[in-house]
């Protein structure tokens, strides 16, 4: 098998399954991809789009053509030297519906069920109305209400012998002990006489095993006749007494049914993030990491799984003891691998969104991350920082919003008292009942307790720490104390005693100080919780909330970006590139992922505007005075508001499909439909005059209008015209950018990932406009012709030059495994009148040299040209200063024979004479 070079992520579903993907492995190992790299491929929910909502993680997922289709997939990768990488979901499963078997026996049997401490459920809850219950926010109405009108009505499964409780997709299965009760309502004898049998499984010493024959065999009675409709007619709640029968009946489960609208403050089971429909997993336990990972551990074993990429790792009560755990685990299958899948060593990488500064923790054992930081990196390479102030200002002025920063401190508060109030109410209870553990401390209230809690996660910098039974380590110590300073400032002076408090009990102490007992459990529970609570209120507050609402620049909201920086210097590039080959040499990097908000080349774009702040700030001011009569008029204001109008009109800039002309009624249409679909999604995610929970049609309905007039109405043709030309003014100097951000991908430390068809071009917004179906096709077409390099460069609208940049690098670095994966990274001095333009650096191994050059902030420099390549005079004097010669008789360039002398210095104008990037290539 090759060694792992680069990866390619694809999102596999019903209408993309394993096998639409078996034709496609010559081309991907054309393309220069040594593994594949999966989205989750265990049985998700029927229909899932992207396999995250898993249902069964003991089978491969039939809909993407189950265990042969792997089989069939992994061998034609074994034909072509390549591997297989799996995403896995070890945070959490889908509940709710009737799909999931472990759910459904936790349903039915409660504390009882085996699969009981698999979901993470506080069993022992405050409120007397949940006391052993489990709280199902499934309903689409009060539950009194669902009650009275029979939305909630009680049905046999003649199918499975199941009494359950149906509304809409969801199944809620009685308690087999109280079949009793209901088979005794019935007129047929041959059912009252089960009643009995059934009612004394409450006695049974093994009640599971003893209540399926019985189901099996009332399932029998029933399908031969037996009439159990008209029990079930005396439970139906439009009547009087089937309204109390029916209540009855639910009140004796191990579950309460209530509005999906008190799940945020009520809930007693974790969740991911805030849906309702994915419930948590306690993969710390033993039991549960064996059943949750026995197939995915078979087929590591069997040679078909060559990596792991672990979702959402920062959901797990134990991040680091977890992933230790799985590799030791990984590493004592490969001695049982077959031959042909033998590996040197078994990837595992984590997602993980990493703030300011922070660096993902050595001592996990991982190969690193997905990758997410990388596209961070790269992007603040591409802002230039004289864009800051003028853009920062125009922003403030037309939308008259806080900074970032701020943006984020409002939506975390909002998010910790409305989505997730439930889960931070639970970490203050749990925090109280560590203030009652001690005398010192037992006066501190809860309403104090919640107010510091809550202002010290507002201003948590991270996703989240990771105190262990030690306390908080040296890595994570900057970041707290940062979050009590910064809390500090959000309370009074009164309450400044309770956060010294919170220092001591999340990590300051490690609860392995306290005897062992409920005391030092207690205090273990209630550091869990509370990081289990940082990273979802940082999800849902970033990425899901200040990220719609604040638009500075567009191009520097996206998913693991530190939005509140503009751009860094080249030395931060260098050095976070050094970091990664001391550190994490095989990090996946991405600049474009099945989360990402924006695809690459829409950043790419945008980024454009950096250097031309104030030429973006006339054409706004130009476009909302074109614009005015779009606007309706509303109680509450203007619609769309001037923020959300200018998020528009940035996502216009970006995102103005290259050959689209302004009088293309059916693909101003096309393209009007994919706005608007990403448009009622940041209105909705920016919660100020619109929710997911509390949609405002009028407002939806005002913002859509001006949306169609833009793009369809004749009379907005000026205005229209004016976006276009805008776009492809900057268009040009965008796919310049895009060209060096795959390219940089391609050649720093660390193992390239391309996302799913963005060897061409990918103008893509949010999901799911970024998992449209890929022409694959098309794309094999071209990379199988290999056009000239003036022909990509003249037609570079069509994606081509792209393709072809990224199949020669891979090929490079498939060539020299070694030089890529392990070589030492030097920046390189650049000198002359556009040395700023310039960003260099050199790969050395043992016996070769690579040299790589290329345009950063350089759009000034192409001038009038028609194609993303700056002509060879604009760079002037500009020059690589060498450590060391090239030899012109062992060096190669990227599309060519010998390209330099043996000189130290390297002229700018001649590395890049005839195309964008060069890779140089010195044989020792």
Known sequence: ?????????????????????????????????????????????????????????????????????????????????????????????????????????????????????????????????????????????????????????????????????????????????????????????????????????????????????????????????????????????????????????????????????????????????????????????????????????????????????????????????????????????????????????????????????????????????????????????????????????????????????????????????????????????????????????????????????????????????????????????????????????????????????????????????????????????????????????????VEDTAFYRSARLLSRNDVGFEAERFSAPLEHFHNEAQRRLRDFPDNLLATATHDHKRGEDTRARLAVLSERGPWLASRMAHWRELAAPLHTPLEDGLAPSPGDEMLLLQTLLGTWPLDLAVDDAQGLKQYAERVGQWQQKALREAKLRSSWNAPNEAYEKGCARYLEGLLLEADALPLRTSIAEAAQLISCPGALNSLVQAFMRMTVPGVPDLYQGNEYWDFSLVDPDNRRPVDYPARRSTLAEAAPLDALLSHWHDGRVKQALVARVLDCRMANPELFRRGSYLPLTVKGRHADKVVAFARLGDSQRAVIVAPRLASGLLGAAQSPHVPPQNWEDTRVVLPFDFSPANSTGLFGGAVVSPVRELMVCAVLSDFPVNLLIEDN
């Not at 992994?74 to 995403?87: F, N, P, S, T």
């Open 1 to 541: 098998m090759k060694p792992l070079t680069a990866t390619l992520r694809l999102q596999f579903h019903s209408d993309f399954t394993l096998d639409h993907a078996l034709p496609l492995v010559p081309y991907f190992a054309q393309l220069g991809i040594s593994h594949l790299y999966a989205s989750p491929i265990l049985k998700a929910r029927a229909g899932s789009r992207h396999g995250y909502d898993v249902v069964d993680p003991t089978q491969v997922n039939p809909e993407l053509g189950g265990e042969a289709a792997l089989e069939r997939l992994v061998k034609a990768l074994r034909q072509h030297g390549m591997g297989l990488i799996v995403d896995t979901v070890s945070n959490h499963m889908a509940v709710g519906g009737a799909d999931n078997p472990w759910w459904q026996s936790l349903l039915a049997w409660g504390r009882r069920s085996p699969y009981a401490e698999f979901f993470d459920i506080q069993w022992h809850s405050t409120d007397p109305l949940l006391a052993g219950q489990l709280l199902l926010p499934f309903l689409g109405s009060d539950y009194g209400v669902a009650l009275k009108e029979g939305q909630i009505p009680l049905e046999f499964d003649a199918d499975q012998g199941v009494l359950q409780i149906a509304h809409y997709e969801h199944r809620f299965p009685i308690c087999p002990v109280d079949y009793g009760w209901v088979l005794a309502l019935s007129a047929d004898p041959t059912l009252t006489s089960l009643a009995e049998q059934f009612t004394a499984l409450g006695e049974s010493a093994t009640p599971l095993d003893d209540a399926a024959p019985l189901q099996a065999e009332l399932a029998r009675r029933v399908r031969e006749g037996a009439d159990l409709a008209s029990a079930l007619v005396a439970f139906d709640s439009r009547s009087e007494a089937g309204f109390k029968r029916l209540h009855l009946l639910l009140e004796r489960q191990t579950y309460r049914l209530a509005s999906w609208r008190t799940a945020a403050d009520d809930i007693n089971w974790r969740r991911f993030f805030d849906i309702n429909e994915l419930g948590g997993l306690r993969v710390e336990r033993p039991v549960v990491f064996e059943a949750t990972h026995a197939k995915l551990f078979e087929l590591i074993e069997r040679g078909l799984v060559d990596g792991l990429r672990i979702d959402h790792i920062d959901g797990l009560a134990d991040p680091r003891g977890y992933c230790r755990k799985l590799r030791r685990r990984v590493d004592s299958l490969m001695a049982s691998r077959p031959l042909d899948a033998c590996v040197e060593h078994f990837p595992i990488y984590v997602e993980k969104i990493l703030g300011v500064d922070e660096h993902l923790h050595r001592d996990w054992l991982t190969d690193g991350t997905t990758g997410y930081e990388f596209m961070n990196q790269v992007s603040l390479l591409q802002h230039d920082p004289a864009g800051e102030a003028p853009l920062t200002e125009l922003w403030s002025t037309v939308s008259e919003r806080p900074a970032f920063t701020e943006e984020v401190r409002l939506a975390r508060h909002l998010v910790l008292n409305a989505s997730l109030a439930g889960d931070c109410e639970s970490v203050a209870q749990a925090l109280l009942q560590v203030a009652r553990n001690d005398l010192m401390t037992r006066d501190l209230s809860l309403g104090a307790i919640r107010r510091a809690l809550q202002a010290l996660v507002a201003h948590y910098p991270v996703y989240r720490t990771y105190f262990n039974a030690c306390g908080r380590p040296a890595e994570d110590e900057a970041f707290f104390q940062q979050a009590l300073a910064d809390a500090r400032q959000d309370l009074s002076e009164a309450d400044w005693p309770l956060l010294e408090q919170l220092e001591k009990w999340l990590g300051g102490e490690g609860w392995r100080q306290l005897p062992p007992g409920r005391t030092r459990k207690q205090l273990r529970h209630a550091c869990v919780r509370f990081q289990q609570l940082t990273a979802p209120s940082a999800a849902k507050a």
